[in-house]
């Protein structure tokens, strides 16, 4: 199971820590307001004040044995493209970074970023639904109840039809599309088999989501 980083707790890192951590994967939470830790404390075990402008301190909280880490300081740019900068020198494998705009994010991938995301555009929710799935491309919630995703076809699928995989019996998921490089089969039959390089768009209630990203 892939942990994660989130180094900063304002809206934006707030919502994408609690996200993580509700669909049960281990967060550490870290950011130098002690009222904003006290707050996502009550919902994540592992929260921790401190100042991370230091290379050091990020060190000893064990960053490094994280799998993917999030630098989302909103008020300090300055602190987050340093941390950016740390997390990546301390062996983070997959960082994101959290731009104001454009020209902030060119700077993030010039010192290392795998990611930027632009808050504007990627909301906590839809970022993590990102981060938690390997397979996973896009995620577009519609609503409370039901989202449509884009996933990539895992190893289990290849190779075999829709009919053989059912999905709609067993997991209550319509197959509303597949595509495949520039192709695109808007209305896939029972016999339609998943190759190689084929991405699914499914829709259906998010726990059926949930439960499909995970095969």
């Given amino acids: 199971m892939r942990k994660f980083v989130i180094v900063g707790l304002g809206r934006f890192g707030y919502s994408l820590a609690c996200n993580i951590a509700e669909k049960g994967f281990q ?13 996502i404390s009550q919902v994540i075990y592992n929260a921790v004040q401190a100042d991370v402008s ?27 493209i340093l941390a950016t900068l740390f997390l990546k020198e301390l062996g ?26 632009y808050p504007e555009r990627d909301m906590g ?22 989202s449509v995703i884009e996933l990539s076809a895992p ?7 829709l009919k053989e995989l059912d999905l709609r019996r067993k ?9 495949k490089d520039e192709d695109l089969n808007l209305i896939p039959g029972a016999n339609d088999r998943i190759t190689e390089g084929d991405i699914l768009i499914l829709m259906g209630k998010n726990k059926d989501i949930d439960r499909v990203k995970a095969i």
């Fill in 27 to 39: 967060v550490l939470a870290i950011d130098n307001n002690e009222e904003k830790v006290a707050k």
């Fill in 54 to 80: 230091e290379k050091e301190t990020l060190a000893s909280l064990g960053v490094s044995e994280y799998d993917v880490a999030v630098a989302s300081i909103g008020l300090n740019v300055q602190d987050n």
């Fill in 92 to 117: 983070v494998p997959y960082v994101i970074a959290k731009a104001q705009d454009e020209q902030f994010g060119k700077v993030y991938s010039k010192i290392g970023a795998d990611r930027v995301v």
């Fill in 125 to 146: 929710q839809r970022v993590g639904q990102n981060l938690l799935s390997s397979n996973l491309i896009d995620y577009i919630k519609y609503d409370s109840d039901y």
């Fill in 155 to 161: 190893e289990s699928m290849k190779g075999r039809s």
């Fill in 171 to 179: 997991y209550n998921i319509n197959v509303i599309a597949i595509r």
